[in-house]
Structure formats: C-alpha cells, structure tokens
DNA sequence: GAGGTATGGTCTCTTTCAGTTACCTACTAT
DNA sequence: ATAGTAGGTAACTGAAAGAGACCATACCTC
C-alpha cells in the first residue's frame, strides 16, 4: 500500500494518456503519438529479436543470420536498418576483403534494453497463462464468429 | 557498478535468449517463442492504447470509440475480442435494453500495465532522440536504396 | 582460366494479412 | 423518423513479409 500510491502503472498511463489527449476534438491524436510511433518500429516481427541478440557483444551480419536462422537476408538488412535509422543500432565496417561488418547497440538503444527486458520477462512468466485463457475461450465459444 | 551487476539488462535478455535456444538446429526457435507470441499480440495498432484506456476503470465500448475516434468499430471489436481471447480483458454484458457492454482489465492485464508503463516511459522519453536520429540518418546518406 | 568459397548485401516477384470503408442487424427511446 | 446501443459482414487495399536469384570482390585450388 506504500510504494503503490507512487508507482502504480494505472497512474504513471493515465497521466501520459492525459498528456496524450491534445488532439482538438477530444479523441486522442494517434498520429503523432510518441507510443504509437515507438510500437510501430519494434512491433515488427523482427526488432525485439535483434535487440536482445546485440545485448551482450556486437555481432556480425552472418552472425546473426546463423543465429536466427529463419530471417531472410532481406528482412534482416531491412531491420538492421530500421534499428540503424532510429539509432538504436551502430553499423561498422571493417576494411577488410571481403569486408567484415558488425553491428553494435548504442547508449540509446542499449537505454531500450530495460524496458525490454521488463516486457520480455513479463512475457515469459504469463505465456502459459495467456495460452490457457486462449484455449478456454476458444472451447467456450464454439460459435464465434468475426475471427472464424 | 553494484547494482548494475545483479540486474543487468543484458545479462537477463541474454540468460533469455539461452533459454529459448532449444531447436534442434542451433537457431532460435521463433515459432514457439513466448515473446514473440506475445509481441505479435500487442504489436498491433491498437492493443497498447485500449490497454492502457482501461488501466483506470471500465469503459463501454461507444467510450472506448469515442476517446480512440479513429478507430474504426470493426478494428475495436476486433482488438477487444482478441485482448478477451487472451485474458486480458473481461467483457460484461449487463441485461438492459438497449444492452450495455463494459470492459475491464482482468488480474492478468492489470499485471501486464507494468512492463508496459517501462515501454511508455521510455518511448515517450526517447522519442525526440529518435526523431533526431532519424533525420540525421536520412539526410546522410542521400543515395540508400532497399528503403527507396 | 574455370570453378568453389566467403562476405554482405540488392532486386524482383508473390503471397499474406492487418486495417479501412461502407452498409447491415435488432432493439428502444424520443 | 431518427438517433443511440453493440456490434456483424463483405469487399477492398496497401504494406509487410517470404522466396530466391543475383552481385562485386577477392582468395584459393585445380
């Protein structure tokens, strides 16, 4: 009851919905939504992933085609710039032949690891509990319509 | 460099990553994966935003549609079924004419506003050096293709 | 000099699917 | 008759994702 009265997660997101709601005509202006824009990038399939990979050491390009093993080079060069673009991610080359490329978290990106790692462990922990509730809900509703 | 040690981002994404290595093959597993699965849940346009409308209190669906306003009905029922799909939310119908619907958050969704309060914070708190890195990168390279 | 290996990509084609628009139900209150 | 509930349905569209061929360079081997 002490440290919930400061932190409690309903508060910190009403006062940012608040902070959100500047639209002119009482709706919430999605557009320019700082959440919205942040989500867009790493809710693609492939950005958290590539994240957590660079947590511990930089990797090379073929580093992380071998680790993640079902991305195709063209998702992964266009994720890897995405992350770049929004500098999250530091991309070097190496002089050699052929040359060597690797790519390495910056401090902003880096910075991204915590909250990430909060949503990830968060994750984790209430899988099961989220499949259990999806598989009730599914047998319950045997005539559910508009996901068919 | 004290506490650092024992709650390393990091450590804990990579002590993840470890545990979520287990396909045969050396690569990660992505299908089965409970991040990805849960990303791909909430990644999408509007399950973040309804999420945190509900963090308050209750809302009837014309509310939600009304505070969201460009949404689309067919996207909020959709977003809602799915978030009720995986237990997140709880639907009430109470038996008035014309039938009114609420929507709270269930346990497991309050428990979810944490990790994703982390999120918020930190997209909200980055967002200006995103931008910025993001017209820098634009304006450097004037010749990069793949994005066209 | 023909072929193989490796790196770090690019290009094009195709499919898939999230999201939108627009119109529909059924009931009631004014 | 019109508006407000809480949705449902069909058709369309644009963007994301996947598959897979190709490329430039250089080194090694035969």
Chains 1, 2 share one sequence.
Request: proline share 6%; aromatic share 4%; with cysteine.
């Amino acid at each position: 009851m002490t440290r919930e009265h400061q932190s409690n997660p309903a508060d910190v997101l009403g006062d940012l919905i608040k902070h959100f709601e500047t639209s002119p005509e009482g709706g919430i202006d999605t557009a320019s939504c700082p959440v919205r824009d942040v989500l867009d990038r790493i809710g693609d399939k492939w950005s958290v992933l590539i994240l957590t990979l660079l947590a511990r050491e930089p990797k090379r390009f073929s580093a992380l085609n071998r680790v993640v093993g079902d991305i195709s080079k063209r998702m992964l060069t266009q994720t890897l710039r995405s992350l770049q673009r929004d500098g999250l991610v530091e991309r070097t080359v190496y002089p050699t032949t052929p040359p060597m490329v690797d790519y390495r978290l910056t401090d902003l990106g880096r910075s991204a690891l915590e909250p990430l790692a909060g949503l990830i462990v968060w994750a984790d922990r209430s899988h099961d509990q989220i499949r259990q509730a999806r598989e009730a809900f599914d047998h319950k509703g045997e005539d559910m319509p508009l996901v068919s």
